[in-house]
């Protein structure tokens, strides 16, 4: 465990690709970016077209909004221009509240981290003792973000897959705080919700997914990393609930199934670049839950709204989101200024995100319905799981009994179940070279010899390896 519980910023996508219009950097200490080589890969690409309109005359350019922003922010600097409107009556959460209440915000944007969905029961990253990263000795990593990265994943799935069983077999609620950003939505007011979070608790809330951009992928699907073929969540759930590392049924493919989430140096999605242009210039309220703001480029989109635009922090710590060093300011525009005496739209809330957001409902007057809401969803919800673990304990019985069937069925070979045995999705295997041995196929899957690892298909001496995971490997948080 070394530097990574730090101040480092941490960089999902590649910066070559789609999100190159970012400022993008890695830095060692914020506080601290003298040094050129701890900025790595600045992935900010505008740099000015000459456009010439006239042969003759100088060529003009036009700014980027990069450069755009410098000017302003040199400008004032030097005071050159007013300072900018301020929005709010007073600059505290009730000044937040009343620009709600009294409908003068109507595109609000909210940006999430794994602070909203703690509650929930799922552990972030960053919190000291319960986060992710501190609960990784086991698999002797590289360091802890090989756990997240694509390359590390390539090589060995099962350290990703042990930590991420939990997420993906718990039936999660989403907390007041998903609710609160649903009701925006409800309102008409909610203008994006931009989330780092891969949990699907925001579809789970019932926020239209239009307004919803998950930067950071979801893991409702996933697909083989060799051949791309696709499987949903729930399939890949039962390999994990059988202790297997999700491998690709086709019977000529051998590859790992991968979930659809932006692992570490993978581009984020075309729509998230596409949205941030498109959003956060109208942006007439911010509000920031539950990150540390420490992954770029989500990070530094709190400096994309406009000047005006008030911006709330709800969050358990402050974070390394004040800059103060010149240079910090100049490549990732500031941050928030709460302690400055200047400041005229940043407020922060040290509070976890449900209280804080429900202090902002009752201030707004909307507690009782946020209540309401929680409380309805969640007997709504309790009833689904309860349904779905009945029905599971109902299919359980009858896979055992086709699997006896299928032993005294001298055609299959006893150690092989059926593809019907998987209840929720029955990836059609296509056949790789004969009829003959598509037929075969369709009768099988992989299944887990005492051994450990093998599927041996009738007249296919192919062996695919099955990675059990180790129970030992199961339990990450004590
Ligand atoms: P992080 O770096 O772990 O930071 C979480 C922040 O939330 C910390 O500053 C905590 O102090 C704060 N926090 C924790 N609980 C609460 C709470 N109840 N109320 C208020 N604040 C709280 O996580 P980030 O989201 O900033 O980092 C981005 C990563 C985390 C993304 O790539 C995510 O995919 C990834 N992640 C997602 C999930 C999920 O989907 N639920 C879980 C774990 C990690």
């Known amino acids: ?83 900018p409107k301020q929005v709010l009556s007073t ?47 086991q698999f002797n990593l590289p360091d802890p973000q090989a756990l997240f990265s694509i390359s590390y994943f390539k090589e060995n799935p099962v350290p990703y897959y042990t930590v991420r069983k939990e997420l993906l077999l718990g039936n999660y609620k989403p907390t007041p705080c998903h609710y609160f950003i649903r009701m925006l939505a409800e309102k008409g007011v909610l203008l994006r919700h931009f989330t780092q979070n891969i949990d699907g608790l925001e579809r789970v809330a019932g926020i239209d997914p239009d307004l919803l951009m998950e930067a950071h992928g979801s893991n409702q699907v996933g697909h083989c990393m060799e051949c791309s073929k696709k499987y949903t969540n729930l399939w890949i759930r039962d390999c994990l609930k059988r202790d297997e590392i999700p491998k690709c049924t086709l019977e000529c493919c051998t590859g790992t199934i991968r979930p659809d989430t932006v692992f570490f140096g993978e581009p984020l999605p075309k729509r998230f670049s596409e949205l941030v242009d498109q959003d956060f210039e109208q942006c007439d309220l911010l509000i920031v ?90 007997a709504r919800l309790d009833k689904e799981f309860l349904e779905e673990a009945q029905k599971e304990a109902t299919e359980l019985p009858t896979q055992m009994s086709h699997q006896l069937s299928i032993k005294a069925d001298t055609k299959v070979p006893p150690n092989q179940i059926p593809m019907k045995t998987n209840p929720r999705e029955s990836p059609k295997q296509k056949p790789c070279h004969t009829e003959k041995k598509a037929e075969i196929s369709k009768a099988t899957i992989t299944s887990v010899s005492a051994s450990g690892s093998s599927n041996q298909k009738p007249g296919n001496d192919k062996k695919k390896q099955q990675t059990k995971l180790s129970t030992k490997h199961m339990k990450t948080k004590k």
């Open 289 to 378: 839950l539950g990150t540390s703001l420490k992954v770029q480029p989500f990070a530094s989109l709190i400096i994309k709204v406009p000047e005006e635009t008030p911006r709330l922090y709800i969050n358990l710590e402050k974070n390394a989101s004040e800059a103060k060093h010149p240079l910090t300011i100049l490549v990732f525009g500031g941050g928030f200024k709460f302690d400055d005496e200047d400041n005229y739209r940043d407020v922060f809330l040290e509070s976890a995100c449900d209280d804080g957001c429900t202090r902002l409902a009752e201030l707004i007057g909307w507690k009782d319905e946020l209540t309401n809401l929680v409380a309805s969803e969640h």
């Open 1 to 83: 465990m070394t530097d990574f519980k730090s101040e480092k910023i941490y960089i999902f996508g590649d910066v070559s690709n789609q999100s190159r219009h970012f400022v993008t950097g890695v830095v060692t200490d914020p506080e601290n970016v003298s040094d050129h080589s701890d900025i790595e890969s600045s992935g900010s690409t505008e740099l000015p077209q000459a456009v010439s309109k006239n042969k003759d005359k100088k060529p003009e350019r036009e700014l980027t909004k990069s450069e755009l922003f410098l000017r302003e922010y040199m400008a004032r600097a030097l005071g050159l221009r007013p300072p």
């Open 91 to 137: 600059v505290n959460l009730e000044g937040v509240a009343k620009l709600i209440s009294e409908g003068k915000v109507k595109k609000v944007i909210t940006m999430a981290g794994a602070g909203i969905s703690t509650s929930a029961g799922i552990p972030d990253f960053r919190s000291k003792g319960t986060g992710v990263y501190y609960n990784l000795d």
